[in-house]
């Protein structure tokens, strides 16, 4: 490691240091000091998602999962202004903004009704709706355009992503195009003040007479998600309302708000890119500590987010804040000042996404006062909203200096988007970091160098050599929504030796967008040797775990006759006559399960754990079939048991009731007090147990009604297991290897029930195996043996126990019955996480109906 930045502690890793809370210093008029100093700055909400979803209000959870509600297509039509007169909420006088003395929700759309009469600058558009149902408000401020300047505006703007050589040329982009700012508030519901400094931003551009304001709008777009997280900013919530952390979910977008991020994203193709948080003091301001992501065209990127960070740290220090008078610390810049712990190396954060979408410069803003949690609840209202106050002057000095850097260096940013276009669809490789290629930047060392090496192309194979149309589909249309260019071959073709029929997916790699296109296909890096710890995932891949399959084609001439598809093909079949038969292999075939048994039809399971569905259903398998794009092929096998319809009692994280209920599940969430208030277990057939459910905790009369209810479990982790041994349900000893490992590992599958069909790779975080296994317990899945890890962070502990090696060979799937007979499942694994292992999903389907 180089020697810019001072050591850490890395066992601060675990703590969530962004709600420490300082003593007031000693003086009546002295104000009180905030966080005690920090060994370093990490995000909060690191670690195996915990929260239980038995909180979560069901209507938002039903919302998050509705897949035929997508971001709307922002408007391109018409010029600036574009106002909308918004509809304005009931009044809510609990909204926790109030307390802090910033804006409640409620009041957000008559101000911005007002502010769009402020002259001709403002203009507002409802970019989409909240899990909760909140309109999510995106502002533009900019110099007034006819509707021909706003199509000429929108040319320009295809013409850098999709002819980036010729815009390089192209001198009427040079003088006339205006740079895209934007600026993302409040995705974290009770990190509040950046809303309130926007809001003073756009009264500010709207209202400013001087020369240099009207030529910055008349050279700029500014655009401000006003607020990106209403549900959260309500409730005084982290998480949205069906319970999701939003700047976890880029890359797999479940969520209605970040699909909304992501459109803004891919239709305005913002250059410079703020997201604004709390807290962290002093004022945290990216570019950050390395890993860094591997996708990016980092040498630009590091240039442009450097340079910009400095005129932040600028801004916020020149309030004249200090830690004596205000308890507010100078400005850290995690690159320069820190040696890990604040990464940018996975891009399921908003600003480690932006940059696949043409940002070349994107940054975290954590302003320093704390005012949620522990803070909200203890100190004088009047101390709130002080320290509230200080934080939206330093998120709007924050979102100023932006302006200022982005108008003063506007030929070098615009310069630099096209060039990162222009080197992906060149096929060019990347330039790896140095002195050299970043002058100006202090500290580049060998630590701070990640590049990838992009294949020639992908390709999602067709026909028999797909193993799952479905699941290819749902890859091919992610790709979509994330802007990657995909063709459809239309004839059989040959690529490295191997043959293709016609109606595979080819994407090619030498495309504007290959960052994205690569991030989501490829299989990922193990990071482990690199650094202490990782705060949150590590490694991710789609390709390997959404249940497609995926071939890298690493290099080669690329003659394929492709059409360009902005949807996958149909995937729908039904097979004409006799019984059928349905895989389960996919979530959407465990719907379609679900969905005929609550229609009455009787089911039966196959030897490998697939559904027979007698042929008098056909009619009912055709509206699935085409709703779900699930295939019925035809069977002669009649099946043994009949499969029974699973009603599941759930103690899960938000992220897995939102995956079972996709499965088709009724869900019932509950924990450890729901049970203890007395739960109606004739409501279900199944508990799965992850998190929020302590046997232990359990009161005896909690036990006995569990006892008696003769249901199976499905456990899965620390907790599962936990649960099993307390309720001493399976013989089987469980194995916690390194908590903060995670990332895609190799498998190997038993086939049967649980795992026939699987793929040979899943995910795990904070993984575990289990030894000593007693009598009748079998074993669905074990690690690789060898290295099973592929991608991601996990190392052994300081005690040189709990990694990979340790785990090969291992179980990490165990099922079995209780000693009162009843069905028991145990995963070590994280089949359900954060949507990233749809391919697995069925994993868990398919044990929940072993009974």
């Known amino acids: 490691m180089g020697s810019r930045r001072p050591a850490l502690i890395t066992a601060a890793l675990t703590a969530a240091l962004a709600g420490a809370l300082l003593a007031p210093l000693p003086g009546a008029a002295a104000a009180p000091a905030q966080d005690q100093p920090q060994p370093h700055p990490v995000r909060e909400g690191g670690a195996r998602d915990a929260a239980s979803a038995a909180g979560a209000p069901l209507s938002a959870a039903a919302e ?65 709706h909240s899990a909760g149902g909140h309109e999510l408000y995106l502002v533009t401020v900019t110099a007034p355009e006819s509707a021909g300047q706003a199509r000429e505006q929108e040319r320009m703007r295809e013409r850098i992503e999709n002819a980036p050589a010729a815009a390089a040329r192209d001198r009427r982009i040079k003088s006339a ?102 807290y962290v003091n002093g004022t945290l301001i990216e570019p ?16 442009n987010a450097y340079a910009n960070a400095l005129g932040m740290e600028k801004g916020v220090n020149g309030l004249g804040y200090t830690e004596e008078k205000d308890g507010v610390r100078p400005a850290v810049i995690p690159f320069r000042d820190q040696e890990e712990g604040w ?3 996975p891009p399921i954060f908003t600003p480690q996404y932006m940059p696949f979408q043409g940002a070349v410069a994107s940054h975290t803003i954590e302003f320093p006062m704390t005012v949620n949690n522990t803070a909200y609840n203890t100190l004088p209202v009047e101390e709130l909203r002080r320290r509230a106050a200080i934080n939206t002057d330093i998120a709007g000095a924050a979102m100023r200096a932006t ?194 048994q609550k229609q009455g039809v009787g089911v039966r399971r196959a030897k490998d754990g697939s559904a027979i569905v007698p042929g008098s259903a056909r009619d009912r398998a055709r509206v699935l079939a085409d709703r779900l794009g699930v295939a019925f092929h035809a069977t002669k096998e009649k099946g043994g048991g009949a499969l029974q319809r699973a009603r599941v009692a759930a103690a899960v ?18 924990s450890t007090a729901v049970l203890n208030a007395g739960f109606d277990w004739s409501k279900a057939d199944v508990l799965y147990v992850s998190s929020g459910l302590d046997h232990a905790k359990l009161t005896p009369e909690a036990r ?70 007693g009598s009748g317990v079998r074993v669905e899945q074990s690690y690789g043996t060898v290295d099973p890890l592929v991608s991601g962070h996990w190392r052994a502990t300081d005690k040189g126990t709990g990694g990979p090696g340790d785990a090969a060979g291992r179980a990490s799937i165990v099922s079995g019955t209780s000693r009162a007979g009843t069905p028991v499942a145990l995963f070590g694994t994280e089949p ?15 044990a929940l109906l072993t009974r």
């Open 343 to 345: 990464d940018d190396w």
């Open 653 to 670: 994280t938000a992220g897995e009731l939102l995956a079972l209920r996709e499965m088709g599940f009724d869900v019932e969430p509950v």
């Open 704 to 773: 006995a009604a569990f006892e008696k209810s003769g249901v199976g479990v499905v456990g899965l982790g620390a907790q599962g297991a936990a649960f099993n041994n307390a309720a001493a349900l399976l013989d089987v000893t469980a194995v916690e290897g390194n908590g903060d490992g995670n990332g895609v590992v190799r498998v190997t599958n038993a086939g049967g029930a649980i795992t026939g069909g699987a793929p040979a790779h899943t995910f795990v975080y904070s993984p575990l195996w289990f030894t000593g296994l």
């Open 177 to 278: 195009y205006k740079t895209p700012v934007f600026i993302n508030n409040n995705i974290h519901g009770n990190e509040w003040e950046g809303t309130d400094a926007a809001l003073k931003l756009i009264e500010e551009l709207a209202q400013a007479k001087d020369a240099r304001t009207a030529d910055l709008l008349a050279k700029s777009r500014v655009y401000l998600n006003v607020t990106a997280n209403p549900d959260g900013r309500i409730a005084g919530t982290r998480a949205n309302a069906g319970g999701f952390d939003l700047n976890r979910d880029f890359i797999t977008a479940t969520q209605p708000e970040t699909r909304a991020i992501r459109r803004i994203a891919i239709d305005k193709q913002p250059a410079v890119m703020l997201d604004l948080h709390g």
């Open 288 to 303: 950050t500590t390395p890993p860094h992501g591997e996708n990016y065209e980092y040498d630009l990127f590091l240039k």
């Open 403 to 596: 302006l200022d850097h982005t108008y003063t260096h506007r030929a070098a940013v615009l310069a630099d988007q096209i060039e990162t276009f222009r080197r992906g669809a060149a096929g060019e490789a990347q330039r790896p970091v140095s002195p050299e290629t970043v002058p100006g930047v202090p500290g580049i060392g060998p630590e701070d160098v990640y590049t990838a090496k992009f294949p020639r192309a992908y390709v999602i194979p067709a026909g028999r050599a797909q193993r799952s149309a479905t699941a290819a589909a749902r890859l091919v249309d992610h790709l979509v929504a994330n802007d990657v260019r995909v063709g459809r071959a239309l004839s059989p073709f040959r690529l490295a030796g191997r043959s293709y029929p016609a109606g595979s997916y080819v994407v090619d790699m030498h495309q504007p967008k290959r960052g994205i296109a690569n991030v989501i296909l490829a299989d990922g890096r193990d990071i482990s040797a690199d650094v202490a710890a990782m705060y949150d995932i590590s490694g991710w891949s789609l390709g390997l775990l959404w249940g497609a399959d995926v071939r890298a084609v690493e290099s080669g001439e690329l003659r394929v006759r492709t059409r360009t598809v902005h949807a996958a093909a149909p995937t729908g079949y039904v097979a004409p006559h006799g019984d059928l038969r349905l895989r389960l292999d996919d979530p959407k075939e465990l719907a379609a399960l679900n969905s005929l």
């Open 832 to 846: 359900l996480f954060r949507s990233h292992p749809k391919g697995v999903f069925a994993q868990i389907g398919r």
């Open 64 to 128: 998050a999962l509705s897949r035929s509600r997508p971001a709307p297509e922002l408007t391109r039509e018409g010029g600036y202004p574009r106002r909308t007169v918004l509809d304005t909420p009931p009044e809510n006088q609990a909204d926790k903004s109030i307390k802090l003395g910033l804006a409640p929700y409620h009041s957000l759309a008559p101000r911005l009704n007002d502010l769009q009469r402020l002259g001709n600058r403002v203009s507002v558009e409802v970019a989409g």
